[in-house]
């Protein structure tokens, strides 16, 4: 694996063990975390025959810190992904967007000639899905601090106890806390952004696309995960009964991959 800098970002590159695709793939990691935990998609897909490349947006892992990420927006964090794209030469790529990934990675396919395909995992949804959470006491303490961040207008990492309801739920053991451990706090503005609903212009998506869910994920709703589909036009849409959130990093997640892998190939004519 190569780390590359692009101005203030670093991007994890890993080429094709036997290159078979001309389109490289372009990873998109969710709210507070980074490139670290999509290692097991990458080195896949590598093997697959796909150039890898995974962004750590602005003030996320290896990438420069930033003043205040409390006012980074998903504007900024959509301008992240296409300098990308455009300094290392791959804006013919297929966009792989985890989380709040998946948003971001919504709004840079539209209007876009370029994107190959666009898959999502676990989204946040645009503008037009409600946003679904599960309705417990962990939800609640979620709401109750980022409403205590806002008052003080600084973003704040969830505890391991709202964090082990929530995205590492379906983990175990070392992997939960190494998990755990590469959180971060995320941007209050984007969290705002996503709440309110970001407006994305789904029929300028034109690119085939692949919405994933999970019946385990207590964060990003399986059954909001399938009003995406809808809501965009998916091209095709699988739920797991086996996984949660972190559907890259817990055990099996090598069916995930052979899935997305087999739908690229069918889909994806480079």
């Known amino acids: 694996m190569e780390s590359i800098k692009v101005s203030n970002l670093s991007v994890d590159k890993v080429p094709a063990t036997d290159k078979k695709f001309a389109y490289p793939l372009l990873f998109i990691h969710g709210a507070g975390g980074n ?14 025959g796909w150039d890898c490349y995974a962004l750590n947006l602005r003030g996320h892992g290896a990438s420069d810190p930033v003043a205040s990420i409390e006012t980074v927006t998903i504007e900024d964090y959509v301008e992240d992904v296409n300098l990308v794209r455009k300094s290392l030469g791959i804006e013919n790529c297929a966009l792989i967007g985890h989380s709040m990934g998946g948003l971001i990675s919504q709004k840079t ?23 679904e ?10 709401m109750l601090r980022g409403i205590w961040s806002a008052i003080r207008k600084k973003s704040i990492k969830p505890s391991f106890a709202i ?11 070392e992997e939960k806390m190494a998990i755990f ?6 941007s209050l503005a984007v969290g705002n952004q996503v709440g309110k609903g970001y407006p994305v212009a789904v029929a300028k998506i034109r690119c085939p696309k692949l919405v994933i869910g999970c019946q385990k994920d207590a964060l990003a709703l399986e059954s909001m995960e399938a009003k995406i589909a809808r809501f965009i036009k998916a091209d095709k849409y ?6 949660a959130h972190m559907i890259m990093v817990e055990k099996g997640w090598e069916k995930s991959a052979q899935d997305i892998r087999n739908w690229l190939i069918a889909a994806v004519k480079d």
Do not use: C, H, R, W
């Not at 964090?163 to 053991?173: F, I, P, R, S, W």
């Not at 451990?181 to 995320?186: D, G, R, S, V």
């Not at 699988?238 to 996984?243: D, L, V």
């Open 35 to 48: 490139s670290t935990y999509l290692k097991n998609y990458l080195n896949f897909f590598t093997a697959a």
């Open 109 to 131: 396919a539209e209007g876009s000639d370029k994107i190959k395909a666009l898959v999502l995992i676990a989204s946040a949804p645009p503008k037009g899905v409600k946003f």
């Open 133 to 142: 959470f599960k309705k417990n006491m962990v939800f609640v303490k979620i």
């Open 163 to 173: 964090a082990d309801k929530t995205v590492l739920n379906n983990l175990e053991g």
């Open 181 to 186: 451990n590469i959180l971060q706090p995320e």
């Open 238 to 243: 699988i739920a797991y009964e086996q996984f």
